[in-house]
């Protein structure tokens, strides 16, 4: 059975500092279980630079993983392809290996933002329980936490979920996520942009109760709304710059396990970089979850898809870093 080392992920400690993580980030692109992958598709990774090299696994990616390029569709809206068992088992251990499987718990007991990322309906429901779980059970300590979603409208499967018949957005199912998991009624503030939902649209709710920290759920608007809905690199920036970062904070992000290596690098970039704070972002755990994972949710054409994602994710992060270390 194929077995690799853990590959670590880019570290982020309050009071960012970039210097090392240009080494960081080669140390997870150059990696045995990545370099088991590309051997398996036919490629060998060259020995460049780190920008060099994310350009060549940028390209080898989109040729070999990108699944959603054909039809331009959602991530459960993909149609695998078929892999042997050999492959299955050799993408299941890289994919262990460079953090898109385990469900890791929070390494510290104390933070000072609590970030729960949005998705798909299920994933909404199955990310909130979790994090109103830490917070419930004292795992960790938590000043406030943040829901972030967008405006993206769901699906008749999303909306067939427990709980989600009357949510039309993304925003909905996970206010609806943290109403159940944190156990809120009304909220007490609702700001939003007003008017008809656009791609520019946005909404805040705050909620807050006794025995719980202040919660936000928000909708953010696209930085490219003539292109495109809100991403996740777009929904931390809405929320930082409605919020008072300090180089001192410290951030917990939560998401699906499968997503952390890309959204944890985009975290290092919209916040660590302009705010200096640390973060942490940890993928739930699916054994605990009232709402069970989708069927192929982690397939191997997933994992290597979410791979590609941490790619592109590092190269962002890489540019970014070389930009602020020669500005």
Request: hydrophobic share 40%; charged share 20%.
């Amino acid at each position: 059975m194929a077995s690799f080392p853990a590959v670590a992920l880019p570290t982020c400690e309050p009071n960012f500092r970039p210097e090392a993580v240009a080494a960081e980030i080669h140390g997870w692109i150059s990696s045995a279980p990545m370099r088991a992958l590309v051997g398996e598709y036919g490629g060998t990774l060259p020995s460049a630079t780190v920008g060099d090299l994310l350009t060549w696994l940028d390209a080898f990616s989109d040729e070999h993983w990108d699944f959603r390029k054909h039809g331009n569709v959602e991530r459960d809206q993909v149609k695998a392809p078929s892999f042997t068992p050999a492959q299955a088992e050799l993408i299941q251990a890289a994919a262990t290996a460079l953090r898109l499987v385990d469900a890791d718990r929070p390494p510290r007991s104390t933070y000072d933002h609590l970030l729960i990322l949005g998705g798909l309906g299920r994933a909404c429901l199955q990310r909130t329980e979790y994090a109103a779980r830490l917070v419930r059970d004292a795992a960790v300590a938590v000043g406030a936490v943040s829901a972030l979603g967008s405006f993206r409208q769901l699906t008749e499967a999303e909306t067939s979920l427990p709980g989600l018949a009357d949510s039309r957005y993304e925003v909905d199912a996970m206010d609806v996520g943290v109403r159940l998991g944190f156990g809120l009624a009304e909220p007490a503030l609702t700001e939003s942009s007003g008017g008809a939902v656009t791609h520019e649209s946005w909404q805040v709710r705050t909620y807050r109760a006794a025995g719980c920290p202040e919660v936000h759920v928000l909708a953010a608007p696209s930085s490219e709304p003539a292109q495109r809905r809100a991403n996740t690199p777009d929904t931390y920036d809405f929320w930082a710059r409605r919020s008072s970062l300090r180089p001192t904070d410290r951030i917990l992000v939560v998401t699906s396990s499968i997503y952390v290596p890309f959204q944890h690098n985009d975290a290092i970039r919209m916040l660590a970089m302009r705010y200096g704070c640390g973060i942490d972002t940890v993928g739930f755990d699916p054994a605990r979850a009232s709402v069970p994972m989708a069927s192929g949710a982690t397939g191997p054409d997933r994992y290597l898809q979410e791979i590609r994602s941490g790619i592109l994710s590092m190269r962002r992060l890489h540019h970014a870093l070389a930009g602020s270390l020669t500005a």
